[in-house]
C-alpha cells in the first residue's frame, strides 16, 4: 500500500462523495435455506456436550460479537477496520485461556460453503495480548469437518452443519492443533 501526500495541500470546496453503496444483503438466510437449523443447531449441541461434557471439564458458552464495524460506521467511530472488506462479517468471542494441555475448544454450526453463502470460512484462534494467530483453518469445499457422528444418519441436510475441534494435541479426526489441520 502507497500512500502518496502532495507537498503543497490542495483545498477544495467539494471533496470527494461518498459513493453510493450497494446493497450486499442476499435477503436470505441459512435459517430459510436449511430446515430446522435452529433445532438442529440445539441437537448438535446437545450431542457436543453428551460426548465432551463430564465433571472434569466446565463447559462454557462463549458468546459470538462483532469483531470489526461495517466500513462507514468503523469510519464514523474512528475505528481501526483492518483493512475493511464489505462482503463478509468479522465475530469474535470474549477473551479465554486454555488452562491446560487438555482444554480445547469446539466450533461448530451452519457451514456456509455448503449453504452457498460463501465460497470459504475461516475460524482462527489468536492470542489477545499481541493478536497473534495461534491456531486457524479454513473451510472450502475440499476442506470441509462435517458433523455426521452427531445427526441422525440419512438425513439431507447434515452436510449443512460442521463440528470443529482445537486443542493443543490434534487426536481426532475433526481437530486442529496449533496450525495443522486434521480433516476428513
Known amino acids: 500500500m502507497l500512500r502518496i501526500t502532495p507537498e503543497k495541500p490542495r483545498i477544495t470546496e467539494n471533496p470527494w462523495p461518498i459513493p453510493a453503496l450497494r446493497k450486499s444483503e442476499v435477503f436470505s438466510t441459512e435459517y430459510q435455506v436449511v430446515p430446522n437449523a435452529r433445532a438442529t443447531l440445539d441437537h448438535l449441541r446437545d450431542q457436543l456436550i453428551g460426548k465432551y461434557g463430564s465433571p472434569e471439564y466446565e463447559i462454557v458458552d462463549l458468546d459470538l460479537n462483532f469483531a470489526i464495524p461495517g466500513a462507514f460506521e468503523g469510519i464514523l467511530q474512528d ?55 495461534v491456531a486457524g483453518t479454513v473451510f472450502t469445499s475440499a476442506i470441509q469437518y462435517p458433523a455426521d457422528e452427531y445427526l441422525p444418519k440419512g438425513n439431507k441436510n447434515n452436510r449443512y452443519y460442521y463440528v470443529l475441534k482445537m486443542a493443543r494435541s490434534a487426536a481426532e479426526g475433526n481437530a486442529v492443533a496449533g496450525i495443522t489441520v486434521a480433516a476428513r
Not at 475505528?79 to 463478509?88: G, K, S
Not at 469474535?92 to 461448530?108: G, H, N, P, Q, W
Open 79 to 133: 475505528v481501526n477496520l483492518w483493512i475493511d472488506n464489505r462482503n463478509t462479517i468479522y465475530v469474535k468471542t470474549e477473551c479465554f485461556s486454555l488452562a491446560s494441555d487438555d482444554d480445547f475448544i469446539i466450533v461448530y454450526g451452519v457451514n456456509n460453503t455448503q449453504t452457498g453463502f460463501a465460497s470459504f470460512v475461516n475460524v482462527s484462534l489468536y492470542g489477545d495480548e499481541f493478536r497473534n494467530g
